[in-house]
């Protein structure tokens, strides 16, 4: 099971349906428990995983699905803060960081029950090699 092509129709249903499926985590699948922290090396860890995934084939790392033991998605564990403050930080934070930018990034917050769940869709990229920006 993928997430909807369009990323915006993305809802809770199809995030659940990942965790009732136990969807396993892939080269395009990626599950996060939590949005990527303030500190330096988080901020750096957050732009290679996505710029990694960019250089390669491509996918979607959801912010907000804690995978089990086996690498599944496991609970979906939301954000409670302000979504929309959250969804600005990381994409502040991915277009200071990565080098040449990602074309066709895209972000989403999709409301759940708790506070909402963070999709980054990232494309195969053409105008890489693309690299984290260090200080």
Known sequence: ??????????????LLRLVADREQEGPHLE???????????????????????GNSGGGDLIYGIDEDADGCAGTVV???GNAD????????VLASSIEPRLPGLQLHSVPVAGG????????QSWAGPHRVKTN
Request: glycine share 4%.
């Open 85 to 92: 403050a959250e969804l600005r930080r990381m994409l502040d």
């Open 31 to 53: 599950f996060k428990r939590q949005t990527p922290g303030a500190d330096n090396g988080a901020r750096h860890e957050f732009a290679a995983d996505v710029s990694a995934m």
């Open 1 to 14: 099971m993928s997430l909807p092509t369009n990323l915006q129709a993305v809802v809770e249903a199809d």
């Open 78 to 80: 939301p954000f409670a």
């Open 116 to 123: 909402s769940v963070f999709v980054v869709r990232v494309p």
